[in-house]
């Protein structure tokens, strides 16, 4: 079993930055994928990013790409989301997943294991 806190949310500024942690314990396989999925008021939770746990290959979403970072700390068992350039529309709840799925997924069926998600708000 495996267990995923999120850290780091908050309030800030449109083009502003933030730093999202995802800390997690248990028995977490070298060919996991670990992605955040973020969840707007009145919509469906959608891909951000995602990273394999071993060898740190990314995708992103086209929407996120060029402004946000992910990768992980194997040593602290961390995967780290860097939001730069933040807009009104990041605003959401940002939920960590992982699981034994293809990085490249960007399903939230495709991923066993769910954080409780962290808010944030970007003001403009």
């Known amino acids: 079993q495996v267990q995923l806190v999120e850290s780091g949310g908050g309030l800030v500024q449109a083009g502003g930055s933030l730093r999202l942690s995802c800390a997690a314990s248990g028995r977490i396989a070298s060919y996991y994928a670990m992605g955040w999925f973020r969840q707007a008021p009145g919509k469906e939770r959608e891909f951000v990013a995602s990273i394999t746990w071993s060898g740190g290959s990314t995708y992103y979403a086209n929407s996120v790409k060029g402004r946000f970072t992910i990768s992980r700390d194997n040593a602290k068992n961390t995967v780290y989301l860097q939001m730069n350039s933040l807009k009104p529309e990041d605003t959401a709840v940002y939920f960590c997943?992982?699981?034994?799925?293809?990085?490249?997924?960007?399903?939230?069926?495709?991923?066993?294991?769910w954080g409780q998600g962290t808010q944030v708000t970007v003001s403009s």
């Open positions: 997943a992982g699981g034994r799925t293809y990085y490249m997924s960007t399903s939230p069926r495709e991923y066993n294991y």
